[in-house]
């Protein structure tokens, strides 16, 4: 369902932030602040405490501005759980995520707003680079893509902008899920509200250099894989289940023929390959046939 008569104007929604956060009290503060400077102020800012131990909380209480609200679990429940807390607490019409680390450009939330199409099951902004005409053409030049691309390959990446109901009508994040929690979102919202829309936008700013841990587990992501695999196979063709057996294997450490290489190229997962490829024919090791 989008925007009808009923609804006011798109650029005048209320947009709900949500952010998880867990022991990273100046991180988050950092974070906060650049939703609080956003272009765009008809904001519902929600920040869920996942059981920090620090002094994470008291400062969440003490932020004055009116469109912050603050929840907290009194035990970690870990990062998707929090997320879901704020998408059920949410007021807004339209919803994105931001994580603790991490900031938005001042103009991040207006740029998405205008951008904003309910036709697409959401909007996914990205910064254009020549990389993305080489591993991703088609959707590069027509800023969309189905299901059966979206299997072979997480085009989205970060976080999206789309209508909260949609967001609650699937389920919210998978907390079963150790890792590729969005990856796994993206692939419901899609199967249920069709194709997304591409935004060229450089308005994401990742931070790496924080000093935190950014890398996820290796056997989570083996296992988020396999649970992918048990939820999702049955909507895969046999190109998407070569993708997936293919990434795997940068996790799980086997190899797969060069059959199957040479078909996820020609099946449009150039970068997949390629990746393996590197990866396989380093010194001392070899390409299985």
């Known amino acids: 369902m989008g925007f009808d008569s009923a609804f006011p104007k798109i650029e005048d929604s209320l947009v709900t932030v949500f952010m998880p956060t867990h022991n990273r009290r100046k991180l988050v503060e950092r974070a906060l602040e650049s939703v609080i400077c956003q272009t765009y102020e008809n904001l519902d800012i929600i920040v869920v405490d996942d059981g920090s131990s620090d002094d994470t909380w008291k400062f969440l209480c003490s932020v ?13 429940l870990g990062a998707c759980a929090a997320r879901n807390k704020a998408i059920f607490e949410a007021r807004g019409l339209l919803i994105t995520g931001l994580d603790d680390d991490d900031m938005f450009s001042p103009t991040r939330v207006e740029e998405l707003v205008k951008a904003y199409d309910s036709r697409y099951a959401f909007i996914y902004p990205k910064k254009f680079s020549p990389r993305m005409l080489v591993s991703s053409p088609s959707v590069t030049i027509s800023r969309r893509f189905n299901l059966r691309q979206l299997f072979n390959s997480n085009l989205v990446g970060g976080f999206c902008l789309c209508e909260t109901e949609r967001l609650r009508r699937v389920g919210g994040f998978d907390v079963n899920f150790p890792a590729l929690q969005d990856y796994e979102l993206w692939i419901r919202l899609v199967e249920s509200y069709g194709a997304p829309k591409l935004v060229f936008s450089n308005t994401y700013i990742v931070d790496t250099e ?29 190109s998407n289940l070569n993708s997936i057996r293919i990434r795997k294997t940068e996790w799980d450490g086997r190899s797969v023929g060069f059959l199957s290489v040479v078909r996820a190229i020609f099946d449009g997962n150039f970068w997949t390959a390629m990746r393996y490829l590197r990866r396989r024919l380093s010194p001392g090791k070899r390409l299985e046939v």
């Open 210 to 238: 924080h000093g935190g841990l950014r890398v996820t587990n290796k056997n989570n992501l083996v296992r988020a894989y396999d649970l992918l695999l048990e939820k999702h196979s049955g909507k895969m063709t046999a």
């Open 64 to 76: 004055s501005d009116p469109r912050v609200r603050v929840f907290r679990h009194p035990q970690p």
